[in-house]
């Protein structure tokens, strides 16, 4: 591996909007992660101060009650960041946990050097400001599906934002996403994809 091999380098050249130069201890940060189907990359309440660009495959994040029950809170795949914001913080843990859904190759950064670098270079400010922006604009729109539409219309907003998605992740994890059942989720996924003059 070589730093112009990094896909973390084209993610911050995107949130910088324009070239973005990766320091000469990049390598000695930058970790490469694998993981296999279902397997769990981070698991609430553990210390994971880290950020995490997807290389290949797709995750779900996801909190546990303590009943065992699963809620999904998002997916990201090949080119999303995500991190535990609480972890980041010094002494924290994981509000939430991490799982492949399909095998996953991915890149691990220290956040502690992630910040470090951007005390000391304004482009990587930029570019960490723009993501931490991404980040807020994602949580406030599912905040606001959760909170004011119906399934179906969560459903139907999740296709618009994130449609290829919707064809890769299991059908009870797209449910647990959208708080209802599998079987409410086939029935909004018949209604849909039925023809509009046979629909109630």
Known sequence: ??????HC????CALAGQAVTLPADTLAHVRIVSLGK????????????YLYV???????????????????????????????????????VCSYACAAIEPCELERLDYAWIEQTAQADPLWRTALLNGWKDYAIRKEWREHDLLTLSPEERYAAFVARDGNLAQRVPQKDLA???????????????????????RA
Do not use: N
Not at 1 to 6: I, R, T
Not at 38 to 49: C, I, K, S, V
Not at 176 to 198: D, E, K, M
């Open 38 to 49: 279902d397997e769990a990359l981070f698991e609430m309440g553990q210390p994971h101060p």
């Open 9 to 12: 380098a084209d993610v911050l």
């Open 176 to 198: 647990r996403y959208l708080g209802i059942t599998p079987v409410s989720l086939s029935r909004i996924r018949r209604r849909r994809a039925a023809p509009t003059s046979t």
């Open 54 to 92: 997807i290389r290949r495959g797709c995750v779900k994040l996801l909190y546990r009650t303590a009943q065992g029950d699963e809620w999904v809170q998002d997916f990201m795949a090949e080119g999303a960041f995500f991190g535990s914001v609480t972890a980041m913080s010094p002494g924290g």
């Open 1 to 6: 591996m070589d730093k112009q091999g990094l």
